[in-house]
């Protein structure tokens, strides 16, 4: 088997360092837009569960890559269409993350989501 290089996954020019922004940014910013967001859409459990495959260690490496470019799309304030248009604010983060989901469906496991299901829990007891 070949062994993968970084550029592997992120393509020609990217560093192990752009990874590790990347993953630190959605790592800071999920939690505060996922509880701003999460009772207007009605994939959060999805979301959640993504995130919690992202950061398992056991997860191969290019379905975190994957993931995590997609809940950075999610988190980042510079969107195809603004979140704040209502109706449509989040048709193209919930297209994002959910072809990431669809491909990458095999690794996201029950316990992921199971992490999801208790933040859900455990932000709406709040």
Known sequence: M????F???FGPGSTPEDEASR?????RGFWKKF???????????????AY???FDTNTPLKVRATLIGALAYFILPVDAVPDF???LG???DATVLMTALTLLRGHVTPLHYEAA??????DAAA
Request: proline residues 2%.
């Open 2 to 5: 070949k062994s993968m290089k």
């Open 7 to 9: 550029g592997d996954v």
């Open 23 to 27: 993953a630190e940014r959605v790592r």
């Open 35 to 49: 509880r701003a967001t999460a009772r207007h859409i009605p994939f959060a459990e999805d979301v959640a569960a």
């Open 52 to 54: 919690f495959c992202a």
């Open 85 to 87: 248009l209502i109706g």
């Open 90 to 92: 989040f048709a193209d």
């Open 117 to 122: 299901r208790r933040a859900l829990e455990k």
